[in-house]
């Protein structure tokens, strides 16, 4: 009789998944169990210490260096996992400190008291007055970051559908449950929910076509059926690969934001409470582009002169859609939506030139995967920054995102205007802040592809996009409020945890700008995905 081998886990590999995962479940097992006034610290206790350790395992485990594919060959372990694991865990803690802010709001939380309570009712006003939290989120957020970073790891369909579910589902939770304009956190949170679950339709669907074309859910399997053209080489399965390629990429450019999948961006954006905002509009657009380059690149590389085009496409009206509609905006959060959507697109045209490294290559030349690798640092960095600010500027309604009420905040407030607008000048890609280096190093990527019309157009697009971000400026620090009236906009000053999400991002937006070597070296080092 034949032996049956144990299967390879791997576990010293998985262990950052496993223990943010394990901290979520956890911090579940808290809300039963500690008391509600000792909730809040436990669950910042256990979310930071999950984080600190799981960054710590990570970085251990990508010095010793190796690219390796376990878990029964489900999720691969290589240099572009550990960056993306590396950064989201970095974001995703920094993001947790603006959950945990009180000092804004009046020494609660930005997030309702009683979610389930219907706004305006009896039982919402009592939790209100009663000053409850909902302590909650920590574990939600937690399972959502578990799900990013299996995202980009997964070396299988199923895998990479199980984590979408995992980021998602906490994810359109924590848009409704927003304190303040409850309704509109709630419709924020079923338009999510109901694009999220047909764009997850749409993936599923798209594995099956690809199952039934190659045979495997493995990236290498069908990267091996599309090179030997075993059942690809008559008119059906060819359309079985091109259906169930165009159904992947729906479901992975939804989560993205790239057009014509980005209807929901400037509304869940807005409606979400901001520290939320913050975390999906970097952690996500990490996960999201990490796992769309390892399917495109691992599992339909061979397949290029199929998809190219149309990505080439959908990179060009991201682009110009985000930064046509940012122009016409009039609320801070939905403009730093489009701009996310913008930021999508200058991404993907890096991502569509599939430029990788090659024997012989010159020492030092930037890749598709490192210089996207180096601008989601950038706009990461630069996003999270923002939006603490934004949390900070209010009136008596809250949150203050209309942009009449940052007219003349430069000589009101002019260290938070200084701030804010280092942050738009790297999002428009000025020289000396991180977002130029970004945007440079995209453009060189694709035109290493030799997609130069893209570059060109994606040069154009550039310049039109900066004219909203200097139209913000411009308002803050040379326009006059309007004759006879009076703004009532003020700057809070934030607990540290808001202080340290706005320091670092200015860190890294002017030390990245100024001397980007190192993090360059680094995102060259991370290399290509494993096959």
Not at 364 to 391: D, E
Not at 436 to 461: D, P
Request: charged share 10%; glycine share 10%.
């Amino acid at each position: 009789m034949g032996t049956i081998a144990a299967p390879t886990i791997g576990y010293a590999l998985l262990l950052p998944f496993i223990v943010i995962f394990a901290a979520a479940c956890v911090g579940v097992l808290a809300e039963a169990v500690v008391p509600r006034d000792l909730r809040r610290s436990a669950q910042i206790l256990i979310a930071f210490l999950a984080v600190a350790v799981a960054l710590v395992v990570t970085l251990l485990n990508w010095s010793a260096g190796g690219d390796v594919v376990v878990g029964v060959a489900s999720v691969a372990v290589d240099g572009p996992t550990s960056f993306i694991w590396t950064i989201l865990l970095v974001f995703g803690a920094v993001s947790f400190g603006m959950f945990a802010e009180r000092k804004v709001t009046a020494g609660v939380s930005a997030f309702a008291p009683m979610a389930a309570a219907v706004p305006g009712t009896a039982d919402e006003r009592e939790a209100i007055e009663d000053r409850r939290e909902h302590t909650e989120v920590l574990p939600l957020a937690l399972f959502a970051l578990s799900g990013m970073m299996l995202f980009p790891a997964a070396n299988d369909l199923i895998t990479m559908f199980v984590a979408l579910e995992i980021l998602s589902l906490p994810l359109y939770l924590l848009c409704g449950l927003a304190r303040r304009r409850r309704l509109l956190s709630q419709e924020a949170a079923l338009k999510y929910f109901l694009l999220g679950a047909l764009s997850s339709a749409f993936f599923l669907y798209g594995m099956a076509l690809l199952y039934g074309y190659s045979g495997s859910f493995l990236l290498s399997g069908i990267d091996d059926a599309i090179r030997n053209g075993v059942t690809g080489a008559g008119p059906q399965g060819t359309g079985l690969l091109l259906a169930g390629m165009g159904l992947i990429a729906v479901g992975l450019l939804f989560k993205f934001g790239a057009v014509p999948f980005h209807s929901w961006t400037p509304d869940v954006y807005t409606g979400a409470p901001t520290p939320v905002t913050a975390f999906m509009a970097s952690c996500t657009k990490i996960a999201a582009i990490g796992a769309l380059m390892r399917v495109f690149y691992v599992g339909l590389g061979a397949d290029r002169w199929d998809w190219q085009p149309l990505m080439a496409v959908v990179a060009v009206a991201t682009m110009a859609v985000g930064s046509i509609l940012a122009i016409t905006q009039t609320d801070v959060k939905r403009m730093l939506a489009y701009s996310s959507i913008a930021h999508a697109g200058f991404i993907l045209t890096a991502f569509v030139g599939a430029s990788q490294a090659v024997t012989g290559a010159r020492e030092g030349s930037l890749t598709s995967v490192s210089s996207v690798m180096f601008y989601l640092v950038a706009y990461g960095a630069a996003t999270i920054g923002a939006f603490a600010l934004v949390t900070m500027v209010r009136d008596s309604t809250g949150e203050a995102t209309q942009l009449t009420s940052w007219v003349g905040l430069g000589r009101r407030s002019p260290l938070a205007a200084v701030v804010f607008s280092v942050f738009l000048l790297s999002f428009a890609g000025i020289p000396l802040t991180s977002g130029f280096i970004g945007k440079w190093s995209v453009f060189a990527a694709a035109w290493s592809g030799g997609l130069h019309w893209l570059v060109v157009v994606a040069v154009v697009i550039s310049v039109v996009a900066a004219f909203f971000y200097i139209r913000v400026i411009v308002m803050m620090f040379f326009t006059d409020p309007e004759v006879g009236t009076t703004s009532s906009t003020v700057v809070v000053r934030p607990g540290w945890t808001t202080l340290l999400a706005v320091g670092v991002g200015v860190a890294a937006t002017v030390v990245f700008g100024i001397y980007p070597g190192p993090l360059l070296t680094l995102a060259q080092q991370a290399g290509e995905f494993v096959r």
